[in-house]
């Protein structure tokens, strides 16, 4: 059974209880370790709650805006990327014409899912969220109900709701990994994805900078070296990070 949909505590009650009346949708409230919004599945025997692959994180304007300028945008949405789930919805509240940083929010918008792989949906305000909430139920019911069957395993697909709490738990403890992929990401043209692939590959300074004195300063190869071990990493973001990292001047 597809249901409930689960809403942080920070959620208005009104539009929660609105959710629930105007689409028959259960909803329920609880401390969501990342995200604002996830749904799961119920086992109508056992009770087990599968977390399906769907997460929002929602940012009204004046939000998305501080966060961009104290840098919790970036960080959020590495937290989104490492929890788990594949289906990362970017919901942004409000009229981003009516914030000073306008161009900063639209942007962000932007790099968010043409470089990062988001889906950005836009509300103009909470009643419209309430019906962008109903409608992404209506479609993520529609979606496993035409892609899996009923007799599917679902904890070979899903992690459990405390699987998926442990996991975002450990997300907690920072490493020099996610210290130096926040670094990485303020650099020019490295996204996320670039950030997360060049750790994976490298997961400390150092580690980097041996792999640099490996090409005996064939300084083309450097250049390129990240870009030619992985596709997340695009020529200009090679170049900067060996730039920032390794070049003089």
């Known amino acids: 059974m597809i249901a409930p949909f689960l809403c942080r ?41 599968y977390v399906l692959d769907f997460i929002v994180e929602r ?14 945008y970036k960080d959020q949405k590495l937290r989104l990327k490492k929890c788990g789930l594949t289906k990362l919805i ?4 409000g009229d981003v014409n009516t914030v000073d940083g306008s161009e900063s929010v639209k942007t962000a918008c932007f790099t968010t899912e043409v470089l990062e792989g988001f889906d950005v949906q836009r509300t103009t305000g909470y009643a419209d969220t309430e019906k962008k909430y109903g409608h992404l139920t209506g479609s993520i019911i ?10 599917a395993d679902t904890s070979r697909l899903c992690l459990t709701y405390d699987e998926f709490v442990k996991r975002c738990s450990d ?15 303020q650099v020019p043209q490295v996204t996320e994805e670039a950030a997360l692939a060049v750790t994976s590959l490298y997961p400390t300074l150092l580690s980097l900078a041996k792999a640099y004195t490996l090409l005996d300063g064939d300084r083309r190869a450097q250049e390129e070296m990240l870009k030619n071990k992985s596709d997340m990493v695009n020529t200009g973001a090679s170049k900067n990070i060996f730039k920032l990292i390794w070049a003089e001047g």
């Not at 949708?25 to 109508?44: C, F, M, Q, S, Y």
């Not at 940012?59 to 919790?72: A, E, H, Q, W, Y």
């Not at 529609?142 to 007799?151: E, H, L, P, T």
């Not at 997300?171 to 990401?185: N, R, Y």
């Open 171 to 185: 997300l907690e403890k920072v490493t020099m990994g996610d210290i130096f992929a926040l670094q990485l990401m």
């Open 9 to 49: 505590p920070r959620s208005r009650r009104k539009v929660v209880d609105n959710i629930r009346s105007h689409f028959n949708i259960p909803v329920e409230i609880k401390h969501l370790p990342v995200g604002d919004a996830l749904w799961i599945a119920r086992h109508k025997e056992l009770d087990t709650e």
């Open 59 to 72: 940012k009204n304007v004046d939000d998305l805006l501080g966060s961009i300028k104290d840098n919790r």
């Open 142 to 151: 529609d979606y496993y109900s035409r892609n899996f069957s009923a007799g």
């Open 90 to 93: 970017y919901l942004v509240e």
